[in-house]
């Protein structure tokens, strides 16, 4: 079973530029999460988005969003984008192991640099 | 807001040895998931653990859940150069199942 993908993979982009990243989960997978990796912050969550809806949200500002399409595919944006906003960006699909446990697997990442 | 303090931040050992990383918090988790992950790529799950007591072995990787849910450790023994790596542990509670809190990581590296 092929697993999370991501594109693109590397990706350079000017400050006040906006960027979208999209993922595609494990076949079967209904759940996908978002999460990003800095060097000083490590990896933080984003959202999470189930069945077309968003289901959690990290503390981050409003120019971050998602959604998720029928086929559980999803896609982030981040809009005017900052120096800051450098960094890897990683998509997780989640497997359910029991009723609220579940596992989650991780996408290569995209690797966003702002100038 | 959950934390994961995860320690020893960094760790240089020689071929052979043991060693054994920590994972602590002050909240219960439902669940908590190891991972390794190798530079520019993503995280790859090694082990869930659900149970508190609960011990899992990989091959010569030994994972613990504390009793209380509250902490992890995982034990390599025997160490080999190809275990360098960022080691992860994530948590998650039954209210936001699919929502994983980090610890900060702990880069090994294994020199031969």
């Known amino acids: 079973k092929a697993g999370v993908t991501q594109t693109p993979r590397y990706l350079i982009k000017t400050r006040g530029q906006q960027v979208t990243l999209s993922c595609s989960p494990i076949?079967?997978?209904?759940?996908v999460s978002w999460y990003q990796q800095t060097p000083g912050q490590g990896l933080q969550f984003l959202f999470e988005?189930?069945?077309?809806?968003?289901?959690n949200k990290g503390n981050f500002p409003g120019r971050f969003s998602g959604r998720q399409f029928s086929n559980s595919r999803s896609e982030m944006n981040v809009s005017t984008l900052e120096l800051g906003d450098s960094a890897l960006y990683l998509c997780a699909s989640s497997l359910r192991k029991e009723w609220d446990k579940y596992e989650q697997y991780f996408g290569p990442g995209t690797r966003l640099t702002v100038t | 807001t959950q934390l994961l303090e995860q320690s020893p931040q960094f760790l240089s050992i020689q071929e052979g040895e043991n060693l054994t990383v920590y994972c602590n918090s002050s909240s219960v988790f439902s669940s908590l998931q190891w991972y390794r992950q190798e530079p520019g790529e993503g995280p790859v799950l090694l082990v869930t653990v659900v149970t508190g007591g609960e011990v899992k072995k990989l091959k010569r990787l030994t994972f613990q859940f504390g009793d209380a849910r509250k902490d992890s450790s995982l034990h390599i023994t025997a160490a080999q150069p190809g275990d360098t790596g960022l080691y992860l542990c994530a948590g998650s509670t039954s209210g936001s199942a699919r929502q994983l809190t980090f610890g900060s990581g702990t880069q090994l590296t294994v020199l031969p």
């Open positions: 076949s079967g997978h209904r759940s």
């Open positions: 988005y189930f069945s077309e809806t968003q289901r």
